[in-house]
T-cell receptor
Framework: DQQVKQNSPSLSVQEGRISILNCDYT??????FLWYKKYPAEGPTFLIS?????DKNEDGRFTVFLNKSAKHLSLHIVPSQPGDSAVYFC??????????FGTGTRLQVFP | KAGVTQTPRYLIKTRGQQVTLSCSPI?????VSWYQQTPGQGLQFLFE???????NKGNFPGRFSGRQFSNSRSEMNVSTLELGDSALYLC???????????FGPGTRLTVT
């Protein structure tokens, strides 16, 4: 039972354009959501998070949107850069430190 | 601050053997979590320790165990290794509940 789903295994975007990565969840007890970026042979790197009491959080080029009624969150990267090419994981947690991850979306930003 | 460190980085073991992986969290972080990453399965939660106590456990068999020491360093042990245990094992630390977790580079375990 996949509680956190990233239905797009890959995404290709031109440099300078917007990248939109999507994530859906099923557990209404989740109250904290995070996005991680992962390069090959490295551990995931924390990017941005959002609490369930908010619907938007912004950090530089990265913005996360949360739609609780739809149980959906998205990560927007504007403008996209070649260095953003990586696998992006969305993760969710309830009141514990147990993170439930999606299966990841591979983003490729081409010139 | 130094990041999360994991040793060894790579390991090759034979079916039936056991293995111990080590994780040193970021200084001051008391929570350490372990995850298994396999192709197609993403990252799956193994367990989490806080102040030497296991607080959360994922859906893995009892062959997977862990512990945390008083200095917050953690070890994970897998006994009677199976081919399917081949994976990247990631350790993450955080100051506590409600904070983002910071990951180490992982230990790549190959079981032959």
């Amino acid at each position: 039972d996949q509680q956190v789903k990233q239905n797009s295994p890959s995404l290709s975007v031109q440099e300078g354009r917007i990248s939109i990565l999507n994530c859906d969840y099923t557990n209404s007890m989740f109250d904290y959501f995070l996005w991680y970026k992962k390069y090959p042979a490295e551990g995931p790197t924390f990017l941005i998070s959002i609490s369930s009491i908010k619907d938007k959080n912004e950090d530089g080029r990265f913005t996360v949107f949360l739609n609780k009624s739809a149980k959906h969150l998205s990560l927007h990267i504007v403008p996209s850069q070649p260095g953003d090419s990586a696998v992006y994981f969305c993760a969710a947690s309830d009141l514990t430190d147990k993170l439930i991850f999606g299966t990841g979306t591979r983003l490729q930003v081409f010139p | 601050k130094a990041g999360v460190t994991q040793t060894p980085r790579y390991l090759i073991k034979t079916r039936g053997q056991q293995v111990t992986l080590s994780c040193s969290p970021i200084s001051g972080h008391r929570s350490v979590s372990w995850y298994q990453q396999t192709p197609g399965q993403g990252l799956q939660f193994l367990f989490e320790y806080f102040s030497e106590t296991q607080r959360n456990k994922g859906n893995f068999p009892g062959r997977f165990s862990g512990r945390q020491f008083s200095n917050s360093r953690s070890e994970m042990n897998v006994s009677t290794l199976e081919l399917g245990d081949s994976a990247l094992y990631l350790c993450a630390s955080s100051p506590g509940t409600g904070y983002e977790q910071y990951f180490g580079p992982g230990t790549r375990l190959t079981v032959t």
